[in-house]
Nanobody, 125 residues
Protein backbone atom coordinates (compact mmCIF):
# COMPACT_ATOMS: atom_id res chain seq x y z
CA UNK A 1 0.00 0.00 0.00
CA UNK A 2 1.20 3.51 -0.79
CA UNK A 3 0.22 6.40 1.44
CA UNK A 4 0.04 10.14 0.77
CA UNK A 5 -0.54 12.58 3.64
CA UNK A 6 -1.76 16.15 3.26
CA UNK A 7 -3.49 18.94 5.12
CA UNK A 8 -0.73 20.37 7.26
CA UNK A 9 -0.07 24.06 7.64
CA UNK A 10 0.51 26.98 9.96
CA UNK A 11 -2.17 27.67 12.56
CA UNK A 12 -2.46 29.72 15.73
CA UNK A 13 -2.75 28.08 19.10
CA UNK A 14 -6.32 26.98 19.69
CA UNK A 15 -6.93 26.44 16.01
CA UNK A 16 -7.73 23.30 14.04
CA UNK A 17 -6.45 21.36 11.06
CA UNK A 18 -7.75 18.28 9.31
CA UNK A 19 -5.05 15.95 8.04
CA UNK A 20 -5.78 13.39 5.34
CA UNK A 21 -3.95 10.27 4.24
CA UNK A 22 -4.93 8.70 0.95
CA UNK A 23 -4.03 5.06 0.31
CA UNK A 24 -3.54 3.51 -3.09
CA UNK A 25 -4.62 0.05 -4.07
CA UNK A 26 -7.70 -2.03 -3.37
CA UNK A 27 -6.57 -3.54 -0.08
CA UNK A 28 -7.27 -0.64 2.28
CA UNK A 29 -9.54 -2.86 4.38
CA UNK A 30 -6.56 -5.09 5.11
CA UNK A 31 -4.95 -2.46 7.29
CA UNK A 32 -5.26 -0.77 10.61
CA UNK A 33 -4.03 2.80 10.24
CA UNK A 34 -2.04 5.08 12.48
CA UNK A 35 -0.82 8.64 12.74
CA UNK A 36 2.58 9.50 14.18
CA UNK A 37 4.44 12.76 14.60
CA UNK A 38 8.04 13.84 14.95
CA UNK A 39 9.19 17.18 16.28
CA UNK A 40 12.70 18.51 15.60
CA UNK A 41 15.25 16.78 17.79
CA UNK A 42 12.71 14.31 19.15
CA UNK A 43 11.83 10.72 18.43
CA UNK A 44 8.79 9.80 16.38
CA UNK A 45 5.79 9.36 18.64
CA UNK A 46 2.42 7.68 18.31
CA UNK A 47 -0.63 9.91 17.99
CA UNK A 48 -3.65 7.75 17.15
CA UNK A 49 -4.73 4.53 15.48
CA UNK A 50 -7.91 3.14 13.98
CA UNK A 51 -9.03 -0.38 13.13
CA UNK A 52 -9.66 -1.55 9.58
CA UNK A 53 -13.44 -1.19 10.06
CA UNK A 54 -13.23 2.16 11.82
CA UNK A 55 -14.99 0.68 14.80
CA UNK A 56 -12.11 1.01 17.25
CA UNK A 57 -9.70 3.82 17.92
CA UNK A 58 -6.79 4.45 20.27
CA UNK A 59 -5.10 7.71 21.25
CA UNK A 60 -1.99 8.96 22.93
CA UNK A 61 -2.79 10.64 26.24
CA UNK A 62 -1.32 13.90 24.96
CA UNK A 63 -4.00 14.27 22.26
CA UNK A 64 -6.98 12.49 23.80
CA UNK A 65 -10.04 14.73 23.72
CA UNK A 66 -8.48 17.10 21.16
CA UNK A 67 -7.73 14.88 18.16
CA UNK A 68 -10.07 12.50 16.35
CA UNK A 69 -9.00 9.77 13.94
CA UNK A 70 -11.48 8.46 11.38
CA UNK A 71 -11.50 6.69 8.05
CA UNK A 72 -13.63 6.48 4.94
CA UNK A 73 -13.12 3.07 3.39
CA UNK A 74 -15.04 4.07 0.27
CA UNK A 75 -12.37 6.71 -0.38
CA UNK A 76 -9.36 4.75 0.92
CA UNK A 77 -8.62 7.68 3.23
CA UNK A 78 -7.86 8.12 6.91
CA UNK A 79 -8.24 11.48 8.64
CA UNK A 80 -6.89 13.18 11.72
CA UNK A 81 -8.98 16.07 12.97
CA UNK A 82 -6.80 18.18 15.25
CA UNK A 83 -8.55 20.71 17.51
CA UNK A 84 -7.36 23.01 20.28
CA UNK A 85 -3.87 22.88 18.87
CA UNK A 86 -0.94 23.80 21.10
CA UNK A 87 2.59 24.90 20.15
CA UNK A 88 3.85 21.56 21.43
CA UNK A 89 1.80 19.85 18.71
CA UNK A 90 4.19 21.29 16.14
CA UNK A 91 5.72 18.38 14.23
CA UNK A 92 5.79 16.48 10.97
CA UNK A 93 2.75 14.21 10.97
CA UNK A 94 2.92 10.91 9.09
CA UNK A 95 0.38 8.20 8.43
CA UNK A 96 1.21 4.52 8.54
CA UNK A 97 -0.43 1.15 7.90
CA UNK A 98 -0.18 -2.20 9.61
CA UNK A 99 -1.97 -5.51 9.35
CA UNK A 100 -5.61 -5.53 10.49
CA UNK A 101 -4.68 -8.37 12.83
CA UNK A 102 -2.39 -6.07 14.81
CA UNK A 103 -3.55 -4.64 18.12
CA UNK A 104 -4.37 -0.93 18.09
CA UNK A 105 -2.42 -0.33 21.29
CA UNK A 106 0.86 -1.30 19.61
CA UNK A 107 2.20 2.21 19.40
CA UNK A 108 5.79 1.71 18.35
CA UNK A 109 6.64 2.83 14.82
CA UNK A 110 8.37 -0.49 14.15
CA UNK A 111 4.96 -2.20 14.22
CA UNK A 112 3.93 -0.28 11.09
CA UNK A 113 5.56 -1.53 7.87
CA UNK A 114 4.08 1.04 5.51
CA UNK A 115 4.59 4.78 5.71
CA UNK A 116 3.63 7.87 3.79
CA UNK A 117 5.60 11.06 3.59
CA UNK A 118 4.88 13.55 6.33
CA UNK A 119 2.96 16.78 6.39
CA UNK A 120 4.17 19.70 8.50
CA UNK A 121 1.96 21.12 11.24
CA UNK A 122 3.18 24.32 12.86
CA UNK A 123 1.29 25.89 15.75
CA UNK A 124 2.21 29.44 16.69
CA UNK A 125 1.68 30.83 20.16
Amino acid sequence: VQLQASGGGLVQAGGSLRLSCAASGRTFLSYNMGWFRQAPGKEREFVASISWSGGSTYYADSVKGRFTISRDNTKNTVYLQTNSLKPEDTAVYSCAATSRSSALFMTTPERYPYWGQGTQVTVSS
